[in-house]
């Protein structure tokens, strides 16, 4: 090996923990892609997330490398978990296909994509391998920092008006605007006595002696299970128990096994 | 080790984002596909500026950190009013311009 191509590898160890790291990093991307449940998706992202914040720091950027896991793995990651969980954990993707085939193309269009940008990496001419130790021999903060409040002080100054933009955005998007005054206990309660229905509380949800679960609903005394007795926002989400047929299943069950029985010992006599 | 290696994995990386957003339906998930496909950019960044020997690449790779923070803001904040219009995150049923 001579001398160029030595300051053009880097170490030994650097090379193994790529190989061993960039391995997680993939298998957290295609978990990330390939998982049913969101929650499992957020989870293998971080993962690749923090891999991601060693390569920062084995390539020198010491500072990118903290910022990448306090921001993205501690900040914007449980933003994400903190959304899955408001907008339904187990609400799975569901599987029907609206547009023919869309998935096998997406597919071929991943791989021709991803062999496009392969085949172009490995004909650029990147020869070219200098290490941070001149640009870090003042330290990496004091380096970004130099350039960060001179030659980009101006980008930097926009940055500044882009994350208020983006806070006023949120904001606006999620904050509903109370028009009238909310209604006291009194008010509601006459309203309920003019309305004429549900006078007293809700019903409780479950069927005692049985299951007691809030997600289950009531049974009628019909035995139909009745949705007003499970909470709106599981209703909404569609997480409703139903348990009605259970007690149906139970009996024809109960009736079988007594068949069974009866047909045996009739048997049992018959060969006696 | 070949540095372009990094490059190499960026690639790699970008492509599964990529493949995911068009995929996925739960917009939650094409969203972190997106997050992916940001990182992928920086670790680019990050490798080019040691190969190049200045902190350029890392000054750029900062820069769209902000960008991605102000865009998770924004994006999620669009995800939790549509979910709340539409009871539902699939981006299939987001078709409509107006409930």
């Known amino acids: 090996m001579n001398a160029q191509l030595a300051a053009y590898s880097t170490s030994t160890g650097e090379a193994f923990q790529f190989w061993v790291l960039g391995t997680v990093a993939v298998i957290g991307a295609l978990c990330t892609v390939f998982m049913k449940k969101a929650v499992h998706s957020a989870l293998c992202l971080a993962g690749t997330m923090i891999v991601l914040a060693v390569f920062y720091l084995a390539n020198g950027a010491y500072f990118l490398g903290v910022v990448q896991i306090v921001v993205y793995t501690g900040a914007i990651m449980m933003l994400f978990l903190f959304v899955v969980m408001l907008v339904g954990v187990t609400a799975a993707d569901s599987l029907r296909e609206t547009i023919k085939g869309q998935r096998w193309l997406a597919l071929l269009c991943g791989l021709g994509f991803g062999i496009l940008l392969v085949a172009g990496i490995g004909n650029a001419s990147l020869n070219e391998f200098n290490g941070l130790t001149e640009a870090n021999a003042n330290g990496n903060v004091e380096g970004l920092a130099t350039l960060l409040f001179s030659k980009y002080v101006f980008a930097f100054e926009i940055t500044g008006a882009l994350l208020i933009t983006a806070a006023v955005g949120a904001m606006v998007l999620t904050h509903r605007e109370r028009t009238e005054r909310a209604k006291t206990q009194r008010e509601l309660a006459e309203q309920r006595v003019r309305e004429g229905k549900h006078l007293p509380p809700l019903p409780a949800p479950g069927v005692y002696a049985r299951h007691n679960a809030v997600d289950i609903a009531g049974l009628l005394p019909d035995g139909t299970p009745s949705e007003l007795t499970v909470s709106k926002t599981l209703r909404e989400r569609g997480q409703i128990r139903d348990v009605s047929t259970e007690a149906i299943s139970d009996l024809k069950a109960l009736e079988q096994r007594a068949k069974d029985r009866l047909e045996r010992t009739n048997s049992g006599e018959a060969s006696q | ?99």
């Open chain 2, 1 to 99: 080790m070949n540095p372009v290696n990094y490059i190499y994995l960026a690639a790699l990386l970008f492509t599964i984002g990529a493949t995911g957003v068009l995929i996925r339906r739960n917009a939650i998930v094409v969203f972190m596909c997106i997050e992916l496909m940001l990182n992928a950019c920086n670790l680019t960044l990050v490798a080019f500026s040691r190969m190049h020997g200045n902190l350029d690449g890392q000054i750029i790779a900062f820069f769209t950190m902000v960008v991605a923070a102000a865009e998770v803001v924004v994006g999620l904040a669009i995800i939790v009013s549509l979910f709340r219009s539409r009871h539902s995150a699939s981006v299939d049923d987001a078709s409509l311009m107006k409930l």
